[in-house]
Nanobody, 124 residues
Framework: QLQLVESGGGLVQPGGSLRLSCVSL????????VEWFRQTPGKEREGVSC??????DTKYTDSVKGRFNISRDENTVYLQMDSLRPEDTGVYYC???????????????????WGQGTQVTVSA
């Protein structure tokens, strides 16, 4: 079982940037696909971006394409968020599992290991 910790959230003005990190405390993340999800008030949990084992395949939900970038090294997966908008506000979670990506990011139900979340608030 992976133990994941998210960090990097905070309060930022519209148009600003944040860089989120998802760190594995027990095992290397190298064998695992990782996906960032966000939970916005009153809405269902949404998949934001996913990255394959090794980092060769990345996907993004339409609303963040061109603004967010996902990347990884051995023990950390990053989500660089630029041009932030108020609708990006939410609690961001990372999840990992040894699964393969198809044409879209895996649903949340396919992940077994989750972090505790980090709050992102985009507001003036």
């Amino acid at each position: 079982q992976l133990q994941l910790v998210e960090s990097g959230g905070g309060l930022v003005q519209p148009g600003g940037s944040l860089r989120l990190s998802c760190v594995s405390l027990r095992l290397t993340l190298d064998p695992y696909a990782v996906e960032w999800f966000r939970q916005t008030p009153g809405k269902e949990r949404e998949g934001v971006s996913c990255i394959s084992s090794g980092g060769g395949d990345t996907k993004y939900t339409d609303s963040v394409k061109g603004r967010f970038n996902i990347s990884r090294d051995e023990n950390t997966v990053y989500l660089q968020m630029d041009s932030l908008r108020p609708e990006d506000t939410g609690v961001y979670y990372c999840a990992a599992d040894d699964i393969l990506f198809g044409r879209s990011c895996p649903p949340a139900s396919q992940f077994h290991d989750w972090g505790q979340g980090t709050q992102v608030t985009v507001s003036a």
